[in-house]
């Protein structure tokens, strides 16, 4: 299997602060990371797939690059709407799996 | 709209069985493949199965491979996960995913139910 190892496992970080998460590989899993954002007692949306493709209606603050087993996913400036657990998904082999979270939360 | 509805969640006792349903609206429900993924209290999302659009290949966790069977009736645009000798490790909030593709691998997942509760506890 695959492990995504995500960190930090939490942040703080104060309105309009640019925030990075990075997400490692055990392997190479190509261009197919994905990004979701969960909020408390809420289903997991999409907000980054493919790496760095930004899904259909997400703000544009929120951008993700990297390939192979390198990932990284940045708020731009972080909004108090953002407060949320983000976690990456490899979606290159089965069984497809998770990063343990971020969660992010206002200074 | 696109939508996904889990039910079929509840209490159950260990050893056990539950039977998922996931009804979907809003899209040609062939063309895409299924996944459960479920969230224990507290902890991180875990994905459990997945299914081709066709429903002629069926994936698992090691962790459910021989106790959970995930099938589809595309004539009812529903998905369905049969949970056998359930384990309180089994206890989590269960969403059914839509897949952006026919198959679970390449593509995300990017439509979401809002999830089903089991609890499994004696």
């Known amino acids: 299997d695959i492990q995504m190892t995500q960190s930090p496992s939490s942040l703080s970080a104060s309105v309009g602060d640019r925030v990075t998460i990075t997400c490692q590989a055990s392997?190479?899993?190509?261009?197919?990371l994905n990004w979701y954002q969960q909020k408390p007692g809420k289903a997991p949306k999409v907000l980054i797939y493919d790496a760095s493709k930004l899904e259909t209606g997400v703000p544009s603050r929120f951008s993700g690059s990297g390939s192979g087993t390198h990932f990284t996913f940045t708020i731009s400036s972080l909004q108090p709407e953002d407060i949320s657990t983000y976690y990456c998904q490899q979606s290159g082999n089965l069984p497809l799996t998770f990063g343990g979270g971020t969660k992010v939360e206002i200074k | 709209e696109v939508q996904l509805l889990e039910s079929g969640g509840g209490l159950v006792q260990p050893g056990g069985s539950l039977r998922l349903s996931c009804a979907a609206s809003g899209f040609t429900f062939t063309n895409y493949a299924m996944n459960w993924v479920r969230q224990a209290p507290g902890k991180g999302l875990d994905w459990v199965s997945g299914i081709s659009g066709s429903g002629s290949n069926a994936y698992y966790a090691d962790s459910v491979k021989g106790r959970f069977t995930i099938s589809r009736d595309n004539s009812k645009n529903t998905v369905y996960l049969q949970m056998n000798n359930l384990r309180a490790d089994d206890t989590a909030e269960y969403y059914c995913?839509?897949?952006?593709?026919?198959?679970?691998?390449?593509?995300?997942?990017?439509?979401w139910g809002k999830g089903t509760t089991v609890t499994v506890s004696s």
């Open positions: 392997q190479d899993i190509g261009k197919y």
């Open positions: 995913a839509k897949a952006f593709g026919v198959v679970p691998t390449y593509y995300h997942m990017d439509v």
